[in-house]
């Protein structure tokens, strides 16, 4: 059936790496992924398989870098929202309680099994920001990684920019624009964007303690329509699709992607939106 990954198909890292390189993952370069094991289909080793494939592409000057997000030690987040959707009073302020503040090192990210993977695979540096860190691999880690501030979650001291300065490639794979963390940057660079306050648990001098700042509201809603438009109104070739394993992929300049989000934007969203 259409849409449906044959789950029977069992899909080997060099077929995988040569499946890669053909859709134009550059040797060497900057990449960024988000991705869909689902859709990819089975592997020898499940998401190991894969980062290897994507390491193998990249070659040893590459470098391979996830989102690895972490919304549960926040109360101002969608999926908090959602989660206390119905609870009384007292089993807010218990769940609360039991929201365990971020740590670089332990807190698992809510990216998805091949984020999960990066951040715990051998010489994985993560971004320290309790709510939008990364993880990357490879030869300009450290200079991705570093310099997170804490009270900005993807603009200009994230490691959004300096991919952006690295002229990374994007990677979907199995997924799509919906997903697509780059175009957040452009939410910082249009003319006045919009602000808001973030609350989160973090750990200050060894004590577990509630954090607020203030950065730039973060908005997602209407990414899938903003990446139908640069698909299509972008020169032919701009996006790059194919396969790889079972999943439909393309692939991207990240500077190419977050220029096109920064016109497009105050052109389709409502001011203050």
Not at 84 to 93: I, N, Q, W
Not at 156 to 172: I, K
Request: aromatic share 6%; net charge negative.
């Amino acid at each position: 059936m259409k849409g449906c990954v044959d789950l029977n198909v069992h899909h080997d890292e060099a077929r995988l790496t040569a499946q890669l390189s053909d859709l134009g993952v550059q040797k060497g370069g900057a990449l960024m992924v988000h991705a869909s094991l689902r859709a990819i289909g089975t592997t020898a080793d499940g998401p190991a398989t894969v980062v290897r494939a994507l390491r193998s592409a990249l070659g040893p000057a590459g470098t391979l870098t996830v989102p690895t997000f972490t919304p549960a030690n926040s109360d101002t987040s969608p999926e908090y929202l959602e989660r206390v959707r119905g609870l009384d009073e007292d089993a807010v302020a218990e769940l609360r309680a039991t929201m365990a503040p971020f740590d670089p090192a332990e807190t698992p990210s809510t990216m998805g099994l091949l984020a999960e993977t990066v951040r715990q695979t051998r010489g994985a540096i993560r971004s320290e920001h309790p709510q939008t860190s990364f993880a990357a691999l490879g030869e300009e880690a450290a200079k991705i990684i570093e310099n997170h501030h804490p009270d900005c979650h993807l603009g200009e001291d994230s490691p959004l920019a300096r991919l952006y300065d690295l002229h990374a490639q994007v990677l979907l794979l199995g997924v799509g624009f919906n997903v697509c963390t780059t175009f957040h940057l452009a939410e910082y660079r249009v003319p006045r964007p919009v602000r808001r306050r973030y609350n989160c648990v973090i750990t200050l001098d060894g004590q577990r303690q509630w954090w607020t700042y203030e950065d730039v509201a973060l908005n997602d809603g209407d990414f899938g329509t903003l990446g139908a438009d640069f698909e299509r109104l972008t020169p032919a070739g701009t996006v790059r699709t194919g396969r790889v394993g079972s999943a439909t992929a393309r692939l991207f300049s990240l500077r190419k992607a977050a220029d096109f989000a920064q016109h497009w934007l105050p052109e389709h969203r409502p001011p203050g939106r």
